[in-house]
């Protein structure tokens, strides 16, 4: 059984949640998890570029692009385009951090490991951790397959107008991080955040995200308390666009800042350096958001508190 990397074991006492082990995070796929990744059409995931950088995209493909030859590995049938400023990255031994995510079901699975191999049709990943999360701030939506305009990635140098429009309307963000080099039991990674719209805040370069009440793992923020470069990835759910930030974040564990925001146990700013935005390059569009019941409770930095979903 994995154990938590001494980061996330110092992340979870600064919270106040010292969990020890737990079976619920393994070495291997379970025979749920191997079935409900080969029924995905879009799989989020992060590694790393060559300066060390957690880097995170989205690779999709009809149900069954992703599959599991045996509990110890998965076949992704698909690799970044040439476009994708993550592409030249997904190499073999390269970490690599997946997550399977079905948002119509609220459904979310991970699993990280190393790049095995990699050749022009896709990459085998070998598992090291694999485990699920609860779908508490998941909003459930419909995907409806499209083709691709696929228009030319824009380079950034920190924050414009439409990114920040698209920051501001999002519910939904993937951020991908690493553990810090050397460190036992360690790797690359990639999750969820969600709420209201506006869960985000934004003030010129800077982003600050309310941390909910989750599985109390501490994934993300251990591996930012070793090395805080991280990686997000907000996709416009209704025009198909990926907006994809690297930047480095600062966690504030008082509730300081978090007592502004409703739902909230601490939160973390994010400090953009550089990014890209790739219009209309998913192959989907989804339906209008349902609000999962977590998300009630919570508020947006304008100050206002929980009322109905």
């Known amino acids: 059984m994995p154990s938590f990397h001494d980061d996330e074991r110092a992340a979870q006492a600064l919270a106040g949640h010292v969990l020890g082990e737990t079976p619920a995070i393994r070495s291997f796929m379970p025979d749920q ?12 995931a992060g590694t790393a570029d060559a300066d060390g950088w957690p880097i995170a995209t989205v690779l999709t493909g009809a149900p069954g692009f992703v599959a599991s030859p045996d509990p110890g590995q998965l076949r992704i049938a698909a690799t970044p385009d040439h476009g994708d400023p993550a592409a030249s990255h997904f190499a073999a031994g390269a970490g690599i951090g997946l997550l399977g995510i079905d948002l119509s079901n609220r459904r979310r699975n991970r699993a ?3 790049i095995l191999t990699r050749d022009a049709d896709g990459f085998t990943v070998a598992v090291a951790e694999s485990f699920g999360n609860c779908p508490k701030y998941i909003q459930r939506r419909d995907a409806c397959p499209v083709i691709p305009a696929g228009g030319e990635t824009l380079s950034l140098t920190g924050l414009d107008a439409a990114a ?17 080099a050397g460190l036992a039991g360690g790797g690359a990674d990639i999750s969820h955040r969600g709420g209201r719209p506006g869960f985000v805040r934004v003030s010129g370069d800077t982003l600050t995200v309310p941390d909910f009440p989750g599985n109390r793992y501490f994934n993300t923020l251990g591996n930012l308390l070793g090395d805080p470069r991280a990686c997000l990835l907000v996709p416009d759910f209704a025009g198909g666009d990926v907006l994809v930030l690297q930047g480095t974040v600062a966690i504030d564990w008082s509730d300081s800042v978090a007592a502004e925001f409703a739902g909230a146990q601490r939160a973390w700013r994010f400090d953009v350096r550089q990014g890209w935005r790739r219009p209309a390059v998913l192959p989907f569009r989804w339906s209008a958001p349902e609000t999962g019941p977590g998300i009630a409770l919570t508020g947006a930095w304008d100050g206002a508190r929980p009322g109905p979903a």
Request: charged share 15%; no cysteine.
């Open 33 to 44: 998890h191997r079935t409900f990744f080969a029924g995905l059409s879009y799989l989020f």
């Open 112 to 114: 990280n490991g190393t």
């Open 164 to 180: 920040r429009a698209a920051i501001t309307a999002a519910d939904t963000l993937f951020v991908a991080s690493r553990s810090r």
